[in-house]
């Protein structure tokens, strides 16, 4: 999600010991500021950040706030861009580079780890040059906006793993106390069996103007999020956030999808569809219903995953209450605020504390890639109108080609 889309104990004493364990675990779930606990560092992160438009600038920030990180580079495909925040990081000029291949000059500058925020097309590449060079990285979601991209991410990840280097993924719903007791409870079996999965994702729409004789006119402003090959379609952009959700409380992803979409928004250009309406499947008969859309209706912004079981019923939000009602793992939870900006800020702590202190499970990169492969399963299945399974989608394993061709190397 970008800025822009704003328009032998017994169960129940495991249970209900959840939320003060995970509030404990200060630096893997939530940012020390959340717990008035002043911040410690051993030392400072060189890093560099690639992608410094929008939510790029704006996470910049929040690792220059951080107080472990030097903020050594910045890259943008636009130069102004790269100056802009260069200027609010207070960056040399030297180490501020443009164009398609100033990601290369940020891994060679001399930077111990970077931060990727660049549209999901480019992600792969990105990461895989940064792993290979030795470097620590912090990405976005989605990883990736095809098959192919979300394959090569894995395998990215797997060999950070190897190498001994961190390789985080940027979601904000796991990293809430309150999100993380609901799913212990849901896990734990408190909603009886699970009967049904329901998420959705509701957001205003981008501008979307008349395509040009290169493809730059679209990588600024999120206009880029109109077009499937470079976003992953609207519901790997934004919706992703409400099935990630669902894949890391239930600890698997979908086997098959049905569904259909459409383009609603006005003068369209690009091929992102904005309206989708799907049931996923998974092993065993579970179904898992997901809607979403992104039009200037003047809707609320909703990004959540309800959970309903024989005995209980569980919510999971982004905006909004979550929360476990009935059953043996009644819990009344309370309010998710602020987590755009809280959840990353734990992201960035986590991130700091794993670099720091050699931790390099990598744990959110499978989980990342599950979610890109449910959504491009979704998106394919609703714009043919049909019934898709995962086993087929990866191994028709579609690339999404983007033409670079008169853009600036």
């Known amino acids: 999600m970008h800025t822009p889309f704003e328009s032998g104990l017994s169960r129940r004493r495991f249970i209900g010991g959840a939320v003060a364990a995970a509030v404990a675990s200060s630096s893997h779930a939530w940012p020390a500021s959340a717990q008035d606990t002043p911040p410690t560092f051993t030392r400072k992160i060189k890093l560099g950040v690639i992608g410094n438009g929008g939510r790029g600038g704006w996470i910049a920030r929040l690792f220059q706030a951080h107080g472990g990180y030097d903020m050594w580079a910045v890259a943008d495909y636009f130069q102004a861009t790269a100056d802009k925040c260069g200027d609010e990081l207070g960056v040399d000029r030297a180490r501020r580079f443009s164009g398609l291949s100033g990601y290369k000059r940020v891994i060679e500058s001399g930077v111990e780890a970077v931060a990727v925020e660049t549209p999901p097309y480019f992600i792969p590449e990105q990461v895989q040059a ?210 755009y900006t809280t959840g990353a800020e734990a992201n960035i702590a986590r991130f700091y504390r794993e670099v720091t202190s050699g931790e390099f499970a990598n744990d959110t990169c499978a989980r990342a890639v599950d979610g890109v492969l449910a959504c491009v399963l979704g998106y394919e299945a609703a714009a043919r109108r049909t019934r898709l399974t995962m086993e087929a989608v990866i191994k028709e394993n579609k690339r999404m080609d983007v033409d670079l061709k008169g853009l600036k190397a």
């Open 130 to 339: 940064a792993v290979d060079a030795g470097l620590h990285v912090y990405m976005a979601k989605p990883v990736a906006a095809d098959v192919p991209g979300a394959l090569r991410v894995l395998a990215t990840g797997a060999q950070a793993t190897r190498a001994r280097r961190c390789f985080l993924v940027d979601y904000q719903v796991p990293t809430h106390p309150i999100n993380i007791e609901v799913a212990n409870r849901v896990r734990a079996g408190g909603l009886g069996r699970i009967a049904r999965v329901v998420t959705t994702g509701h957001c205003g729409q981008q501008k979307d103007p008349p395509k040009t004789a290169n493809l730059e006119s679209r990588l600024s402003g999120l206009v880029w999020v109109n077009d499937v090959a470079l976003s992953c379609d609207y519901i790997g952009n934004f919706d992703i956030h409400a099935i990630d959700a669902a894949i890391w409380t239930l600890g698997r992803r979908p086997v098959a999808a049905t569904g259909a979409s459409d383009i609603c928004r006005p003068d369209a250009h690009g091929d992102a569809r904005d309206v989708c309406a799907l049931i996923y499947e998974y092993a065993g008969g579970l179904l898992h219903q997901h809607a979403g859309q992104a039009l200037s209706n003047n809707g609320t912004n909703e990004l959540s995953m309800a959970i309903h079981g024989t005995l209980a019923n569980a919510l999971m939000n982004y905006w909004g209450r979550s929360y476990v009602r009935g059953g043996t793992g009644h819990y009344g939870g309370g309010a998710i605020e602020n987590l």
